[in-house]
């Protein structure tokens, strides 16, 4: 699939923001932002490569480089690195489906026009990838669900959403690594940890990782 040229444009003094976007959130073009952050990270002066949904925050050192320097490098990356360089880990995670930690199960299936047991079928037969990491520490934003199973945000925020809630939020997935507010719908829960402070390496997962869902069980 060919993708198209990006935007680059100035975030603050010392960082770029690469928007690959074409409208709709693109698989292909986000494989690109993942290999093209690795290779960015080359780069003479360039601290830090963040990738977002289909675009990439790059941090650089003013002292050692300059921005359009610096753009015209991610340019050339952009056109010449290979967007399957990336090869991410394959995750399974178990999901207990519904009941109390999963209180919009059955809002879901309904929007949805399914019933429950086709509704969790559907989203345990996809494999998600890990778009990007952001929000909080650890929060994965999952492409890859089915389209039938999308479901725009709530109007009102939950204030309190538990630490391994897995959230449906427009047309992606995603699971708290933490009890923090959320405005995405809750469908399931897992007891896998996402995020640990004290460890060597605290994020369980990275851009490009591979994730299916087991159903662990179904509570309508």
Request: hydrophobic letters at 45%.
């Amino acid at each position: 699939m060919v993708v198209g040229t990006p935007h680059i444009s100035l975030a603050g003094s010392s960082a770029l923001l690469l928007d690959g976007a074409q409208g709709a959130f693109d698989d292909a073009t986000q494989e690109l932002v993942w290999a093209v952050a690795n290779a960015a990270l080359t780069l003479e002066g360039v601290r830090e490569a963040v990738p977002g949904m289909n675009n990439l925050l790059v941090v650089f050192d003013p002292l050692a480089t300059d921005a359009h320097g610096v753009g015209d490098q991610l340019m050339s990356l952009w056109t010449c690195t290979d967007a399957h360089a990336v090869a991410g880990t394959h995750h399974t995670i178990p999901l207990s489906y519904g009941g109390a930690r999963g209180e919009d199960l059955a809002g879901w299936a309904a929007h949805c026009g399914l019933s429950v047991d086709e509704t969790v079928r559907r989203h345990a037969a996809t494999t998600y990838s890990v778009a990007a990491i952001g929000a909080m520490p650890g929060f994965p934003y999952l492409s890859g669900l089915d389209p039938r199973l999308a479901w725009a945000r709530r109007s009102t925020p939950r204030l309190k959403v538990a630490e391994g809630a897995v959230i449906i939020g427009g047309a992606q997935a995603g699971i708290m690594p933490m009890t923090a507010p959320s405005g995405w719908h809750i469908i399931g829960h897992t007891d896998v940890k996402l995020f640990r402070a004290e460890a060597e390496l605290p994020v369980l997962l990275r851009p490009g990782d591979k994730i299916r869902f087991e159903i662990a069980g179904i509570e309508a």
